[in-house]
């Protein structure tokens, strides 16, 4: 009985160790299916990295880039894993390779304990400096490993440089501006873009902006690379497209030293010019007085920002008269030759009385023009019917757009054919008052008596450049604005304005030299005041050039007359150009005098 008790016992410790060692080889089992089947977290062996595009530059004519971008990147430390022994071997380190102060450096790290941005504006040449740093910091073992208390692993974050987006540059500080236009920034996704405002920035900001974000991706090795090969995918980005000028920079920052000095000897508000090529509209220069820093635009240049040349609308005065007079000439409404009485320089019409500076008897009709006759303009300009002369005024170009290549122009206005039917209304716009214009509309207009009687569409971009690949900009066809024969008329009108009349000033040896002057009066609550524009337009050739050039200026108060304020900066102007090459005087040989 005993020994079968024992035994029933024995067998019961048996089947219970039996069944302890089966719980216990399921449970392995469950263990290692779960182990199977469960996600692991083996670091990725496949990567994928993001290259952002950047903005297209903006170059000069003579190979100059006046605006362009750069990538920013910002560097990025946790100082929970910096080995504090060795916190002053990474400032050391950081200091060299980035060039930011130690002091800086160091102030940032010790008022955080966690997360610091060391620097959001590294450029791109300093970011690779501080990638290869990364690297060797973890060689000298400056970075730690710490715990994760969640998961039990131990991880280490190094330094990390990472892009944080664009900056715009502009190397050449005011120069071209506001023809170029500035910026303003954006966010997207955490990252800094440029966005055009004014000028070309904005004009072409569909071409400029950039088309398509860059991305590798592939298998990495040991160290984090992606290997290139037949697997991996490359997608390279596609910057915008770089736009280039017709304008060179050399030419057109010696003219913009010239106006800083003009307008400071004038006191005047503001002193701008255009130089265009009369034969194809290609514009050389389109500078002002007014510039700024596109980077640091203060409260003060508020009204530097506009490009005056198209959003500045003004009475022009008398530089409308040769308009007048050819309009005249196309209806053979007038002879050149022919007196007009000057009536001593007091004329009325009406219940207003016309004056002139210079009081003359009689004069012919062209020289009108030369002498810059109010009476005599007025006297003329009667022939006309309201819609010979509002027609006349379109067909130069007034009331049009300029030129597709600036944005935010002001177009100005004529009075109507309706109102030029009216004796007064007729009188006043054929000597520039009762109407307004800008430079542009003003220098396409004069081209025509530089180019045959043809109105060109100035332009200031010539192509876009996309990597090696060119893309020409659109032209438009010039517009016939009265006849050949007619502007060969009036081109000799103008010569005879710069060698007898008004325009003296601007002769220049070697060289065909044209224009007119034109002085008008502001209006100031509604009443014409003693302060002035003064404008000059007309044109310079020598053999091979012809070109068209415009100077306005604002509000001269040291003189008064065109003849003394825009005339010598147009001279001024021909004289730069010389100097530059862009016109050649022919050399007149003194008789008896040798080679």
């Known amino acids: ?57 903006i170059i000069t004519a003579d190979g100059f880039h006046v605006a362009k971008s750069q990538k920013l990147y910002k560097a990025v430390i946790n100082t929970k894993y910096i080995d504090k022994d060795k916190m002053e071997l990474f400032i050391a380190l950081f200091n060299i390779y980035s060039g930011i102060p130690k002091k800086e450096i160091r102030k940032k790290l010790r008022h955080t304990n966690g997360i610091v941005v060391l620097s959001y504006n590294i450029s791109e040449k300093v970011a690779k400096y501080l990638k290869q740093l990364s690297y060797e910091l973890r060689r000298y073992k400056v970075f730690v490993r710490i715990k994760n208390k969640k998961t039990g692993v131990f991880v ?169 007079f050819s309009i005249l000439l196309e209806h053979k409404l007038v002879n050149p030759y022919e007196l007009v009485n000057g009536h001593k320089g007091r004329f009325k019409i009406g219940r207003k009385t016309i004056t002139d500076e210079h009081r003359f008897e009689c004069l012919s009709a062209e020289d009108v023009i030369v002498h810059s006759s109010n009476v005599g303009m ?12 509002y027609e006349g005024l379109k067909k130069f170009g007034f009331t049009k757009y300029s030129t597709p290549d ?74 016939r604005a009265i006849k050949a024969t007619t502007a060969k008329r009036m081109q000799k009108i103008l010569i005879k304005t710069v060698l007898k009349g008004t325009g003296t000033k601007a002769i220049t040896p070697g060289l065909v030299v044209g224009g007119k002057t034109g002085t008008a009066h502001l209006v100031e609550h509604r009443k014409y005041v003693h302060k002035y524009n003064t404008s000059f337009l007309g044109f310079a050739n020598d053999k091979t050039h012809h070109y068209s050039i415009g100077v306005v200026v604002r509000k001269p108060t040291t003189q008064h007359f065109a003849s003394q304020t825009a005339v010598p900066v147009f001279k001024k102007t021909i004289d730069i150009m010389i100097e530059e090459g862009y016109l050649k005087p022919t050399i007149i040989k003194e008789p008896g005098r040798p080679d």
């Open 156 to 324: 280490m974050q190094g330094l990390s440089v990472l892009e944080s987006g664009e900056s715009r540059i502009y190397p050449y500080k005011t120069a071209l501006t506001p023809v170029i236009g500035y910026p303003h920034k954006s966010e997207k996704d955490g990252y800094t873009l440029s966005k055009g405002v004014k000028g070309i920035e904005r004009r072409f900001e569909d071409e400029l902006e950039p088309r398509r974000d860059g991305k590798i991706s592939g298998q990495r090795d040991v160290h984090g690379y992606i290997l290139l090969n037949k697997e991996s995918l490359v997608k390279e980005p596609l910057n915008g497209l770089d736009v280039v000028l017709s304008i060179n920079l050399g030419l057109q920052i010696r003219l913009e030293h010239m106006l800083d000095k003009a307008k400071k000897a004038l006191k005047a508000t503001e002193v701008f010019l255009a130089v265009m090529d009369s034969h194809t509209g290609k514009v050389l220069a389109l500078a002002s007085s007014n510039r700024f820093l596109p980077k640091h635009i203060r409260k003060k240049d508020y009204k530097s920002l506009n490009t005056s040349a198209i959003e500045f609308s003004f009475e022009p005065g008398s530089v409308i008269k040769p308009i007048t």
């Open 406 to 479: 600036l944005i935010y122009e002001r177009r100005g206005s004529i009075p109507s054919a309706l109102k030029l039917e009216h004796e007064i209304y007729k009188a006043t716009t054929s000597y520039g008052y009762g109407m307004r214009v800008n430079l542009m509309q003003l220098l396409r207009a004069y081209s025509a008596f530089n180019n045959n009687g043809k109105i060109v569409h100035p332009y200031l971009v010539t192509k876009f450049l996309d990597g090696d690949e060119v893309i020409l900009s659109e032209k438009y066809e010039q517009e």
């Open 378 to 389: 007025a006297q003329l300009s009667q022939r006309l019917n309201g819609t010979m002369f």
């Open 1 to 57: 009985m005993i020994q079968t008790e024992e035994k029933s016992r024995k067998v019961k410790q048996i089947f219970l160790l039996f069944l302890l060692v089966g719980i216990g080889f399921l449970i392995f089992l469950a263990v290692l299916l779960g182990n199977i089947l469960s996600e692991k977290t083996l670091p990725k062996l496949y990567i994928e990295r993001n290259s952002k595009a950047i903005r297209g530059s």
